[in-house]
């Protein structure tokens, strides 16, 4: 009896994953995914008004995000970075790291390489750490997203969005 309940409660978990794969399948690529750009490490203690560089993660998370033509990317900012993404076939190793601007404010330079950038974020020396910028992407392609903090990108941090067509 105890063992047939638990078939039943399997078949019946096993049939709702089917389903959900179906949907997912007929429905193409979602409209909109969330990156962390960047992100706060513990132990640390905010309270009241507390950002140190030090306890930050520089890493896009997750690396690579697949959506359809037309969605949007959330790109949830934790932290000090400015955002800067490249058309179709821009590679890291072409970022020109050597075109820089300084940041209103103060604070480490940002990179300002023009060539194939489609969206250049807010200058994060005038902006809350914390904050969201959403990002919409028309046409289909894969695009590198950088931080332009010229540190985090010359430490690793960028990541992709794959934009397909809508089915
Ligand atoms: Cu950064």
């Known amino acids: 009896m105890h063992r047939s309940f638990s078939t039943l409660v399997r078949v019946a978990v096993l049939g709702t994953c089917l389903a959900s794969a179906q949907a997912l399948a007929s429905d193409g690529p979602p ?67 050597g075109i820089l601007t300084t940041p209103t404010n103060g604070g480490p330079p940002l990179i300002a390489d023009p060539a194939g950038r489609i969206y250049r974020g807010l200058d994060p020396s005038l902006q809350p750490v914390d904050r969201v910028e959403v990002v919409r992407f028309p046409q289909p392609g894969l695009y590198l997203v950088i931080c332009a903090v010229l540190p985090h990108f010359n430490d690793g941090m960028y990541g992709w969005v794959r934009v397909l067509p809508t089915p």
């Open 31 to 97: 409209s909109n995914a969330t990156v962390n750009f960047g992100a706060w490490m513990t132990p640390l203690d905010r309270f009241p008004n507390n950002s140190p560089p030090p306890a930050n993660h520089h890493a896009l998370m997750p690396n690579q995000v697949t959506i359809r033509s037309g969605g949007s990317v959330n790109f949830i900012l934790g932290g000090f970075h400015n955002i800067a993404i490249y058309g179709e076939g821009k590679q890291p190793a072409d970022v020109n790291a």
